[in-house]
C-alpha cells in the first residue's frame, strides 16, 4: 500500500507541479499523467480511475486543474480519499486555484506541503491546521517575545528621555544655586555625598529598584572620566579677559553628555519607526504601551513615582498560565529644603504582596505607621535623582486576580468562514483601563466582516492582525464584545491575543496620603501613579 505521485495537472493532463514518492522517471510520471484525461468517463460520478496497474484518485480544483494523486490498487481508497482532499485544501490556502500561473510560481510550497502530508509514500498523521503553524513556521513563544522585545525598546527610550531631562534640571540646578559643577552620577556617585555631608546618605545610596536599561548603562561607560566634587564658590571674581571661567568645561561636558542623550533616543525612534511601528495603529499602541510621564514644570519639589509593571499569560481555555505584579515607589527630591522628608502612605494588600523597603528607610516604622522616612535622623535624600524606597510583588495562580479577563471563542462554520467573538470583563472595577486595544492575529490576506463591536477597530496588514481598541474600561463600561467573521477554518490561527493598555491607578491598592517634615509641617509634593503591561496575552 503505497502512494506512487502526486500532482496538479491541467485538464489535458500537464504537469503543473508533481512529486514522486517511489523511484520513476519523469517520462513515466508524464505518460500516466497525459493519458489520465483520456481514461475519464464523462458523466461519472465517482472520482477514481483503475487501470491493470494503478489507480488514479482525482478531484477537480478550480475551473481548469485537478489534484491527482497515482496509487497502486491495494490502496485503501477511502484513506486515499481523505489524502487527497487534505492536498486539495492545502493547496487552495497556498495559491490562487483558478490560476495555473500561480500555481507554477508557488510550485515549491505546494511541494513542501505535499512532503509534509506524505512521507515515503505513506500519509503522515496531519491536519490542515498543523500544516499550516508547519508552512508558516509560527510561533507563540517568538511572538510573545517579539511583544517583549518592542516594550524594553519602548522603556529605554522613555528612559533615555527622562534621563536627558534630568541632567537638564542638573545644570539649571547648578546655575541657580551658583554650583561649580553639577552632579551626573547616580544616586551612589560620591558628588551628592559630598554636597550633603559627610552625615547624610553620601555614596552608598543605591536604589534598589533600578530599571536602567542596558543602552544607559551602556551610555554611562562612554561618559567622560569623573571630574572632581563640586564645591561651593568661596570667593567671588570679577571677569577677565582672556580667562576661561571656572566651570566652563563643566558645562561643556553637561551639554555634550545632553546632546548624546537626545541622540540615542532620536536613533531609538527612528530604529521603531524602521520596524514597523509607524503603522496606523502605532501611535495608540505606544501610549498604552509606555508609562505615562509628567512634564518638569509640573513636578514640585517632592515628586512621588508610582510605577507597576504586570505580566498575565492566560491560556485560550481560560487557565492563567502566568501572573505577576512589579511595583516600586520612588522619589525625585529637587529642593535642598525638602531633602528630609516622610512620606505617608496608605495600603489595603488584599493580593499578598511581598513588600521591601529599601535598607536606608526604617522598616520598623513603616511596617507599624505606614510612614516612609530614612534610618538615619541626620540624613538626606539626594537632590534630583530617583530613589526607590519601597517595592512589592504579586505573584497569582487565580483567575479571578486577572485586572481584565480576554475570551475569544473562534469557530467554523462550516462555510469556508470562521465566525471570531472577542468579549471582554474588567474583574477590578477600581481600576480604569485607557487606550485599550486589543490585537487578534487574523490570517495574511483576509478581510475581516465586523458584524458587532463595542468601539472601533482596525486592520493592521503590517502586522497581520485586527486591532480592537477601547477608549476607556471602568466601572460604568466593564463589559464589552466584537464579533466577526473572516475566510478560513483554522481556529488556532487567531491567537494570541495580545492586550496592552494604561492605568492611572496601581494594581497593589497603595496611596501616599502626605509628605511632611520630621517636625509634621506638610510638603507640597506631585505624584504620577502608572500601570502598564510588560505581557498581557491570550495564548
Known amino acids: ?4 505521485a502526486s500532482s496538479i495537472c491541467t485538464k489535458t493532463g500537464t504537469a503543473l507541479v508533481s512529486r514522486q514518492f517511489v523511484e520513476m522517471p519523469r517520462t513515466r510520471i508524464e505518460g500516466l499523467l497525459a493519458s489520465f484525461p483520456k481514461l475519464m468517463v464523462p458523466g461519472q460520478q465517482h472520482t477514481t480511475i483503475e487501470t491493470e496497474t494503478i489507480r488514479y484518485v482525482y478531484q477537480p480544483i478550480g475551473e481548469d486543474m485537478y489534484a491527482v494523486l497515482i496509487t497502486s490498487r491495494q490502496n485503501n481508497i477511502v484513506q486515499d480519499m481523505d489524502t ?53 513556521m509560527e510561533s507563540h513563544e517568538e ?69 536602567e536599561p542596558e543602552t544607559i548603562r551602556s551610555f554611562a561607560s562612554a561618559s567622560p572620566a569623573p571630574m572632581s566634587s563640586p564645591s561651593f564658590a568661596s570667593n567671588a571674581r570679577g571677569m577677565k579677559l582672556g580667562r ?13 553628555e545632553i546632546d548624546l542623550s537626545q541622540n540615542i533616543a532620536e536613533q531609538l525612534t527612528i530604529s ?107 540624613g538626606s535624600f539626594p537632590l ?8 512589592w510583588r504579586i505573584v497569582s495562580t487565580n483567575e479571578d486576580d486577572i485586572p481584565l479577563t480576554i475570551n475569544c471563542w473562534p469557530s467554523p462554520n462550516g462555510n469556508g468562514a470562521v465566525d471570531v467573538n472577542i468579549e471582554y470583563e474588567l474583574n477590578d472595577t477600581r481600576l480604569e483601563l485607557d487606550n485599550v486595544i ?34 476607556t474600561i471602568d466601572d460604568s463600561n466593564k463589559n464589552g464584545s466584537l464579533d466577526f467573521s473572516i475566510p478560513g477554518n483554522d481556529a488556532g490561527a487567531f491567537f494570541p491575543v495580545v492586550v496592552s493598555f494604561v492605568c492611572k491607578r496601581p494594581y497593589y491598592d497603595i496611596a501616599v496620603t502626605s509628605v511632611t517634615t520630621p517636625d509634621g509641617q506638610g510638603v507640597d509634593f506631585s505624584q504620577l501613579v502608572s500601570l502598564v503591561p510588560d505581557q498581557y496575552a491570550v495564548i
Open 384 to 391: 534630583s535623582q530617583p530613589i526607590g524606597v519601597l517595592k
Open 438 to 471: 486589543v490585537s487578534i492575529p487574523i490570517p495574511h490576506g483576509a478581510q475581516p466582516s465586523v458584524s458587532d463591536v463595542d468601539g472601533v477597530y482596525d486592520v493592521n496588514r503590517t502586522r497581520g492582525t485586527l486591532d480592537w481598541e477601547i477608549q
Open 272 to 378: 521603531e519607526q524602521t520596524h514597523g511601528y509607524g503603522s496606523s495603529v502605532a501611535a495608540p499602541v505606544t501610549a498604552a504601551v509606555a508609562a505615562p510621564t509628567m512634564a518638569l514644570a509640573d513636578m514640585k519639589a517632592v515628586h512621588v513615582q508610582i510605577e507597576e509593571h504586570i505580566t498575565a499569560i492566560v491560556n485560550r481555555d481560560g487557565g492563567l498560565e502566568q501572573m505577576e505584579v512589579k511595583g516600586d515607589l520612588s522619589l525625585i527630591v529637587t529642593d535642598e529644603a525638602c531633602s528630609v522628608v516622610q512620606v505617608g502612605v496608605t495600603t489595603n494588600d488584599s493580593h499578598n504582596a511581598q513588600i521591601k523597603t529599601h535598607p536606608k528607610i526604617d522598616k520598623k516604622k513603616f511596617q507599624s505607621n505606614s510612614v516612609i522616612s530614612l534610618k538615619d535622623a541626620s
Open 143 to 211: 511572538k510573545i517575545q517579539d511583544i517583549i522585545d518592542r516594550n524594553k525598546e519602548r522603556e529605554a527610550k522613555q528612559e533615555l528621555k527622562r534621563k536627558a531631562k534630568m541632567f537638564e534640571e542638573q545644570r539649571r540646578l547648578a546655575t541657580k544655586h551658583g554650583l561649580a559643577e553639577p552632579s551626573l552620577g547616580g544616586i551612589g556617585s560620591g558628588s551628592v555625598g559630598s554636597i550633603l555631608g559627610g552625615g547624610r546618605m553620601g555614596g552608598s545610596y543605591e536604589p534598589l529598584l533600578s530599571r
Open 244 to 256: 576661561k571661567p571656572k566651570g566652563a568645561d563643566v558645562m561643556g561636558a553637561m551639554r555634550n
Open 1 to 4: 500500500m503505497v502512494i506512487l
Open 84 to 136: 487527497l482532499h487534505l492536498i486539495a485544501r492545502a493547496v487552495a490556502d497556498i495559491c490562487d486555484v483558478n490560476d495555473q500561473q500561480g500555481v507554477i510560481l508557488r510550485g515549491f510550497d505546494i511541494l513542501t506541503a505535499f512532503e509534509e502530508i506524505i512521507s515515503q509514500g505513506s500519509r503522515d498523521k496531519i491536519d490542515l491546521a498543523k500544516l499550516r503553524t508547519i508552512m508558516e
